[in-house]
Structures are given as C-alpha cells and as structure tokens.
C-alpha cells in the first residue's frame, strides 16, 4: 500500500478522519477563519483580494502585465481583470500601455495604493501579534516549513 493510499484510509481502531482528509480539512478551516478575522478588520471599502494584491505590488521593483499578476495569484484573467478594475477606480494603481508592445498592458502600484496597503496592514498587525503571540516559535517555524513544502506539492 503506497503512503498515499494508507494516508486515505483511517486506522482500523479508529474513528479519526485518515490523515489526508484531516489534513486539508484543518488548512481550509484554518483558511475560512483566517480570511474572516482579515476581512472584518481591513480599512472600509477594501476587500482581502485587494489587499493581498497591493502587499504582492508593493514589493515589486517592475511592472507586470495583468497575465503574470493572473498566473501569480492562479485566477482567471476575467478575475484579475475585475480586481484591477476596482483598484484603478480606487487610484490604488495604475495600468499603462506597454510601450514595447501595444497588446499588453503593464500595472503598478500608486501612491495612494501604497498608503492604502500600509493603513491596511497597520488594521490587521494587532491579529497577526495576537495569533502568533499565542503559538509556540518553534512549533510556528516547523509549522511554515511544512506549510511551504504542502504549496509546493500542490503546485506540482
């Protein structure tokens, strides 16, 4: 039996989830949870995609194109097309031709986006230091390494 397939299946003396189910069940709810806690304290107005895309744009040195920012954040270009639309609306970006191509168009994050994300980030740091404060370190860096390890597996 291969470790997936026993990783499916409960123990015989047990009434646990099996591994797998258990496993996917707590990083969804964990998920759900954490988008909630987020959501709820975000500046009014601003959505968790927004902000999560601002965060991404900040840390940029160069512009990307719609397509690279879809592919990144594994959305449809109809999805990502939405959330650039209403951050644009917002001033939160701006979206140029590109120069070189007349096809693409390239996105950067504006001023005003960046004051946007950094009164975002100050809304939500006070859950950040609340949940983190409650976690062993130990346990939170062996949690992330696994963490990592269990996205890229997903993206394989």
Known sequence: MSAVTSS??????????????????????????MRGRLSRSLPKG????????????SRQTKERTPAQLARVFHLTKGAMTNTLGKLESY???????DWDDARRKLVAI??????????AVLAITPIFEDVMGSLNPNTLREGLRFLREFRTALED
């Open 8 to 33: 499916l299946k409960p123990s015989d003396n047990s009434n646990e989830d099996p591994i797998a189910i258990a496993l996917f069940s707590e990083v969804l709810a964990s998920e759900q949870l």
């Open 46 to 57: 601003m959505e968790l995609s927004h902000f999560i895309m601002l965060n991404y744009l």
């Open 91 to 97: 001033g939160y970006i701006h979206i140029r031709p």
């Open 110 to 119: 504006s001023n005003a986006g960046d004051r946007a994300r950094d009164e």
